[in-house]
């Protein structure tokens, strides 16, 4: 108390000449800096508008208002860059979201995404603690591959070949010998095959990387673009996987719980008042906070895709006919209605489902004795569906080939990835999360476009 300081940031608002709230994004709460209006020219306080840069120097001094234990004092005021309010499209009052996403270049200078922007970089360091503390090495896979780990039709190609006019081979089709690899690439939509080979070698890794997929799904959860964190690990069955799945989900959730609560507490605000908005019977049971702690606090119920099936088809909305997708039999694929139903409805806690049909999951899952089912697993989160996807993957080597054949993929064009299943193959697992799902949840934000700086969705790559 009574020092003098130095402080640069923005300016939220500049009330009565006086009272000025100034930010400069290290935290959700703005200092009040006190200007004796009478000690400086009225040019220079002209100038102190919202979103203008300033440098001030005063004494900490305990404060005279409420709502805050110290203010500053100013002594010398110095306007940095200044912020012409008529034509600065941020005003100190609330900005709906679809506006905001308008003009993501500025959006992350509010409230609300400066505060999903903190917790997101929290979150972020959280799974590199996490991981650490477990002995797993980072791991970083390709970002330009030529394999397509989940089956062609959503990448995105990356290629120097002049788009027109490119060169033809004897059949007439696009000459990729010519192209910069000299084969078609794309860019990747998954890192597990080559993070399955990091894991064949140093035991246990993880990636935490951008991510492409080019599928038409203009929904409040997917983006083109996005970041997985996908580890992998030897000598790990799918109960391990299943285990170090929910140990990490929590652990993401408690170190942003411990870190950010100012900035929760404020989210948690928002979607409050979100929330009042919607009529009585859409409302949320819990607020953010409180869904938070639920989640910490209890077992991820564990349930075969065999048992949700039943649980189902004997379903309520399944016998009133209001899923869109009506569940008939087994070995259909869950469509995100009903993982929400069960969910949400019907256990009321994070699921993991596991022990899906062969047909509806990818080649290298591992096949069970029954011939059916392959150890795979869904973490499905309240509000978000499924967060994690995961397997223990198929380990002998003529089994792996046989499924490879099944579904039409060469298995000369993945030869360096069989050659794990030919020397010292071992039971092994691992899962992917997406990360920016995993920050909706713990922001409460509805839309995956609003926990990312800059969304790419179909149609929109603008900044
Ligand atoms: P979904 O069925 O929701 O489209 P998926 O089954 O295609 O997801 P996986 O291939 O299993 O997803 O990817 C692992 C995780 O990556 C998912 O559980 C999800 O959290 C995340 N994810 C997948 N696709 C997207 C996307 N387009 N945008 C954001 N996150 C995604
Ligand atoms: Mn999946």
Known sequence: MGATIQLKGWVRTFRSNRFLALNDGSCQASIQCVVDFEAFPEALLRRVTTGASVAVVGELVPSQGSGQAVEVAVKTLEVLGDCPADSYPLQPKRHSLEFLREIAHLRMRTNTFGAVMRVRHAAAFAVHEFFNQQGFFYLNTPIITASDAEGAGELFR??????????????????????????????TVSGQLEGELGAMALGKIYTFGPTFRAENSNTTRHLSEFWMIEPEMAFHDLADNMDLAEAFCKHIIKAVMERCQEDLAFLDQRLEQEEKSKPQAQRAEQGL???LQFVLDNPFVRCTYTEAIDILKESKPNKKGQFKYPIETWGADLQSEHERFLVE?????PVILFDYPAKIKAFYMRLNEDGQTVRAMDVLFPGIGEIVGGSQREERHDVLVEKMKAVGIDPEHLDWYLDTRKFGTCVHSGFGLGFERMVQFVTGMGNIRDVIPFPRTPGNAEF
């Open 158 to 187: 990356v290629t120097t070949l002049p788009a027109d006019g490119a060169p033809k081979n004897d059949e007439g089709l696009t000459d990729f010998r010519q192209d910069f690899f000299e084969k078609p690439t794309n860019l």
């Open 289 to 291: 906070l409180e869904k």
């Open 345 to 349: 409805k019907h256990f009321k806690s």
